[in-house]
């Protein structure tokens, strides 16, 4: 290893893994990258340890001590446990443990389920894949005092990764994810991982939470009537391969829709996604043999979940009868209007009634409910921080819905993290209560344009891999933040809110204020005519997200492309002046 031209400590890091109790097969692998002289590889698999970012442990899977792998993982579960035993000392502790359709997640869930046993800690193991919405549901039914989930969500087939859970049945947040993160920086050596299973500690569960999961999402149905009437609505559904196909039809059976079609070469859970390049709805791609499928059958609605069911990506008819795809933007302004018109229908709104979105979700929501005199609470990004607030607020006021504009929506209290499986259920519903009027979603979509302003919104993110993109985009934010545009799209920025320094700077006036969330590695710039664009580095993959979000009035459905047209052009000057258009 002396002629490899790599960091002394990366070195060091190699050798720990070379000469510790590790499994032959891992050695031979590191063993074989050495003798390819992969510096890249060795480097980026051994700079650093794994970190929890806003959705856990998230990685490549493969040997390493900054790759996903049993070692990885048993370390952050010994932390884990030795976090919940010191929390917990005084009680007999529980977890679950659930896992997606990935390649060895199902081993990797073993592992995990082994080294909680082993630390005396009661665990609820689901007998196969579950979304991961159940397992926060089961996380709170069974009175639990934490749980993981093993899933990289909708990243690419090489990845897997790993939630973390509190007793809320939500992801971990501040102090209690770096509280764990403390507890594993403890873990020195992988002699300190118990990861011998204790069988009688470990209790399998499966079907008997599911019926009760089922019963309680149902709760949230507003429109019943409206789907007895349309119970033949042509609904079109894919889990691309993952977890939804285990309770998304037969939720929509329970909800009584009767025509669930499902795209069959996408029903079969397989790790390596064969049928498409990326297994994210937010992708046209992956949407695209859905689409099909609606085509063929002349479908009313179609709609694709991610590999651990807790995003969902829909496409509706057009004015032309087309299918289009619908952003998260569009997707929860409909929702958040559904919700709300229905329940005012209905005589169920009231002014203890609250709903949730990110930062970085179009604002159209915060007027809906305005309209509607319900709070709308902003929080960061990641569905955590809509999980805390809830817990927060538990016992105070009632939780409607929460989303965020990467297709992650939360209808009912029955979980504390973004449920794929009943926005399938509330989707279909919004179809049938508008067609049963003579409606779409589309007509709907429209209107809210008319009587809100037409908001769009772009997305551009930018992959940056490995230690040198970490470092890179750790310079673009520093850049941002020393040298503040003066315009955007020919508008003069006005506004520069820092979520990692906490303060809001009036560009005018030299005026600050303090943001009242926590510390996040977030900026917004706020132009004069009330566009903004966010740029944060995910904290998830090995990306710099950029949101940016435009307005304008509708003057008429007929002006409706005309105007996308002007906002569309807009978007792409304020992107190109701020140095990532073309990204």
């Not at 073993?110 to 630390?119: E, W």
């Not at 651990?308 to 496409?315: K, M, P, T, Y």
């Not at 809906?368 to 809509?386: E, Q, R, W």
């Amino acid at each position: 290893m002396d002629n490899l031209n790599i960091d002394q400590q990366i070195k060091a890091n190699i050798e720990v893994w070379l000469d510790g109790n590790y499994d032959e097969a891992t050695k031979t692998s590191i063993r074989q990258l050495i003798a390819q002289g992969d510096e890249k590889e060795l480097t980026d698999a051994f700079y650093k340890n794994l970190e929890f970012g806003t959705g856990g442990l998230r990685g490549i899977m493969g040997a390493g001590s900054n790759r996903v792998n049993k070692y990885t993982l048993g370390a952050a579960t010994q932390g884990f446990s030795n976090y919940l035993n010191n929390l917990y000392s005084n009680i007999p502790i529980k977890v679950a443990v659930s896992c997606d359709s990935r390649n060895n997640s199902a081993l990797f869930a073993s592992v995990v389920a082994g080294v909680f046993s082993a630390n005396n800690i009661k665990v609820y193991f689901f007998e196969s894949m579950r979304p991961t919405p159940e397992l926060s549901f089961a996380i709170r039914h069974l009175g639990c005092q934490g749980g993981v989930m093993l899933t990289a969500s909708h990243n690419p087939k090489e990845y897997n990764g790993y939630k973390a859970y509190g007793a809320d049945g939500g992801q971990l947040v501040f102090p209690h994810d770096e509280a764990v993160m403390q507890e594993v920086a403890k873990v020195q050596s992988i002699d300190d991982i118990l990861f011998d299973h204790v069988n009688e500690n470990i209790e399998i569960i499966g079907t008997d939470i599911d019926r009760l999961y089922m019963e309680a999402i149902k709760k949230v149905s507003v429109s019943k009537d409206a789907i007895a009437r349309q119970k033949d609505l042509k609904i079109v559904y894919s889990p691309l391969h993952g977890t939804g196909s285990q309770l998304v039809p037969p939720a929509l059976k329970h909800f009584g829709f009767e025509n669930v079609i499902p795209v069959e070469a996408q029903m079969i859970p397989d790790g390596n996604f064969p049928t498409v390049i990326y297994p994210n709805p937010e992708e046209a791609e992956a949407m695209s043999m859905a689409l099909t499928k609606g085509k063929d059958t002349d479908a009313d609605i179609i709609m694709a979940t991610d590999p651990d069911a807790d995003r969902v990506g829909i496409a509706i008819k057009n004015k032309d009868g087309q299918f289009i795809l619908l952003n998260g933007n569009q997707a929860l302004c409909l929702l958040t209007n559904y919700v709300l018109s229905s329940r005012q229908k209905a005589g169920k709104l009231n002014n203890t009634q609250y709903i949730m979105k990110t930062i970085v979700t179009s604002y159209m929501i915060d007027k809906i409910a305005a309209s509607k005199s319900v709070d709308c609470y902003n929080v960061l990004t990641g569905f955590k921080y809509i999980g805390e607030v809830m817990t927060e607020l538990e016992g105070k006021k009632t939780f409607l819905l929460g989303g965020e504009e990467s297709y992650g929506y939360l209808i009912g209290d029955h979980a504390r993290d973004k449920d794929a499986v009943v926005a399938c259920c509330m989707f279909a519903e919004m179809a049938a209560w508008y067609k049963d009027q003579g409606k779409s979603m589309y007509d709907a979509l429209i209107a809210l344009y008319e009587e809100y302003g037409f908001y769009k919104e772009k997305l551009i993110s930018i992959t940056k891999k490995g230690k040198e993109g970490s470092e890179e985009i750790r310079a673009m934010m520093d850049n941002f933040r020393n040298n503040t545009p003066t315009t955007l799209g020919n508008n003069r920025v006005i506004q520069l809110k820092d979520y990692k320094s906490g303060i809001s700077t009036d560009i005018l006036t030299g005026k600050t204020e303090k943001i009242n969330l926590p510390s996040s590695n977030v900026l917004q710039f706020y132009t004069e005519d009330g566009s903004i664009i966010s740029a944060r580095p995910s904290g998830t993959e090995p990306k710099i997200k950029f949101y940016c979000s435009v307005r304008t009035t509708l003057k008429d459905a007929a002006s409706f492309e005309s105007t996308e047209a002007e906002l569309d052009q807009k978007l792409e000057g304020m992107l190109n002046d701020l140095g990532v258009g073309n990204e």
